[in-house]
């Protein structure tokens, strides 16, 4: 009998499949572009990160060569409320930041766009989409409401936000405040209190356009002796409310707090705290009516005090640090 001569080799190795090279090619193609998208995600954040720091560093040196952060244009209204001349945001920019921070355009009220501010952004933690503010009730209606306690000086105008490009490419709109006060004491509201308000977005209409992300916020307080404060806030609070400082072992306190969820976290101080109420729609806090800590502290000891700002009011409260209040971290 003939015997077949072409026998089975068990050392020799088949190849691979039309078929299998392409599912291989296709999973390779897949685990690439999520680990792609990651890496991307990754980079920008990281490069946001340091364009905000860089922003607020210039920003505050521009401020803190300002004599007065107050009076510049003109507000004016009739006898109903209604603005009958308003160049406030716009002369401001034109007559004292540009001339100590370097500026490539600027854009009065009503011309928001040709500055690259987009006409949605959306909030914090991407909760919802909002119009873009365009005036100081529509930032936060609050900040119309409770201004000053009858003998303080300074108010809030409704201004109309102006915006400029800067140098480096980044859009910021304009919410300036020409009556603002001096006081720099925590005493009574927030509202009068701020002189500008910034709201940035670091690479202008292109997007993702996202609170946390591309857009944030900086907030210049006091005529005189600005104070600059540009929280990078958490996407939620703290669990439960905590005291400011507990003497007790094993209850955790508000700076504690924002530790045990980020170490890079921290508690703001009371201006870091004042410019969150100010911009509280943008972080989803425009609905609250709770009383948040800040690390800022009057005295120390058991009976140690440390200031509470309600973001119903925006008013600020001198409080035990025993006592239990949210917290809201920011980055630091």
Not at 176 to 190: G, I, K, R
Request: proline content about 4%; some cysteine; overall charge neutral.
């Amino acid at each position: 009998m003939k015997k077949n001569q072409f026998k089975h080799n068990p050392t020799q190795k088949n190849a691979f499949t039309l078929a299998e090279i392409l599912i291989t090619l296709a999973i390779i193609g897949i685990v690439a572009a999520i680990t792609l998208s990651s890496l991307l995600v990754n980079v920008n954040e990281k490069a946001w990160e340091a364009q905000k720091k860089a922003l607020h560093a210039r920003l505050s040196q521009a401020i803190g060569q300002m004599n007065t952060l107050g009076s510049y244009g003109t507000f004016e209204t009739d006898d109903d409320g209604t603005a009958t001349t308003d160049t406030a945001s716009e002369s401001f920019i034109l007559d004292a930041l540009s001339k100590v921070y370097k500026i490539n355009n600027i854009c009065g009220p009503n011309k928001l766009s040709s500055c690259g501010i987009p006409s949605t952004i959306t909030t914090l933690n991407a909760a919802s989409k909002i119009n873009f503010p365009t005036k100081m009730s529509e930032l936060n209606e609050k900040l119309l409401e409770g201004r000053h306690t009858p003998g303080e000086d300074g108010d809030v105008a409704d201004t109309k936000a102006s915006a400029f490009e800067t140098v480096n490419g980044e859009s910021i709109a304009v919410f300036y405040n020409p009556l603002c006060s001096s006081d720099t004491t925590a005493d009574h509201h927030v509202q009068n209190k701020m002189c500008v308000n910034f709201i940035y977005d670091l690479n202008g209409k292109e997007g993702p356009n996202q609170v946390g992300k591309d857009v944030g916020f900086i907030t210049a307080f006091y005529n005189k002796n600005p104070v600059v404060a540009a929280p990078v806030p958490y996407n939620t609070d703290y669990t439960s409310s905590v005291p400011q400082n507990s003497e007790a072992k094993g209850t955790i306190d508000a700076p504690t707090a924002c530790k045990t969820i980020r170490e890079d976290l921290k508690l703001p101080n009371k201006d870091e705290l004042a410019s969150l109420f100010i911009n509280a729609p943008l972080i989803n806090l425009s609905e609250s009516s709770s009383i948040y800590w800040s690390s800022s502290v009057i005295s120390l000891g058991t009976s140690g005090l440390a200031w509470r700002l309600g973001f119903s009011s925006g008013r600020y409260y001198r409080y035990a640090r025993s006592t239990e209040s949210l917290v809201r971290c920011i980055n630091k």
